[in-house]
């Protein structure tokens, strides 16, 4: 009988210390990063303070539909090529859509993942629809996507995502100046976006 509650005693010491330990070993946590991979961000604004008269346009909305945003990878050295990665891409029918004058002063975040580590030389900004409303018109106006763009449009800004830490990429698109009235009094896009490494908070600090 004595011995059954030596054993016993044992067990029980056992089982309160095993448990101790399961309590102090390190837990993966939801927003960790994985071993050689780096966080990304990158957000949409404008960043312009004011808006113009455009000749005789005035814009009152400039809505922008964004499909997939990919970067290029460089290779292991100076001859190997680079890799396209897909950052982010929506479902035909789930893109979303932005209005760029909402955007002054503003950040939509784009893009929130863990890609490998590594030196990046571009971003690719693919846009499926742009339209405009102006000031004195009854309903918006579509925007040409010329071909040239139709493929992504390339936004040269090399980067580089450390492993286990996080890099902020800011997309600042001039809607006043990507937008363009025609002669014929049609509307086209020409983009005029530059990327900016952190947030517009953290450059206008």
């Known amino acids: 009988m004595k011995k059954n509650s030596i054993v016993i005693l044992v067990l029980l010491f056992l089982t309160v210390f095993i448990s101790g330990c399961i309590n102090i070993l390190p837990t993966l946590e939801e927003d960790s990063i994985t071993p050689g991979k780096g966080k990304l961000e990158i957000y949409l604004t404008d ?3 004011k808006y113009k008269a455009n000749d005789s346009e005035n814009y009152l909305e400039v809505n922008i539909t964004i499909s997939r ?7 292991v050295d100076e001859e190997a090529e680079g890799e396209w990665i897909v950052l982010k891409e929506w479902a035909e029918g789930e893109e979303p859509q932005f209005d760029l004058i909402t955007l002054q002063d503003v950040s ?3 893009v929130d993942g863990s890609f490998d580590a590594g030196k990046y030389t571009q971003l690719r900004l693919f846009i499926s629809e742009v339209s405009v409303l102006v000031e004195g018109g009854a309903s918006e106006e579509p925007v040409e996507i010329p071909s040239v763009y139709q493929t992504g449009i390339k ?3 090399p980067f580089e995502i450390v492993d286990g830490e996080e ?3 800011t997309i600042d698109f001039d809607a006043e ?3 363009v009235k025609t002669g014929n009094g049609e509307y086209k896009l020409k983009p005029v976006i530059k ?3 952190g947030s517009t908070d953290e ?3």
Do not use: R, Y
Not at 69 to 75: F, M, R, S, T, V
């Open 177 to 179: 100046k990507s937008v």
């Open 195 to 197: 990327v900016i490494t």
């Open 203 to 205: 450059e206008d600090g």
């Open 108 to 110: 939509e975040l784009l």
């Open 69 to 75: 945003i990919e970067a290029d990878i460089a290779g």
């Open 167 to 169: 890099t902020v990429l």
């Open 155 to 157: 936004l040269i800004h």
């Open 47 to 49: 960043s312009f303070e």
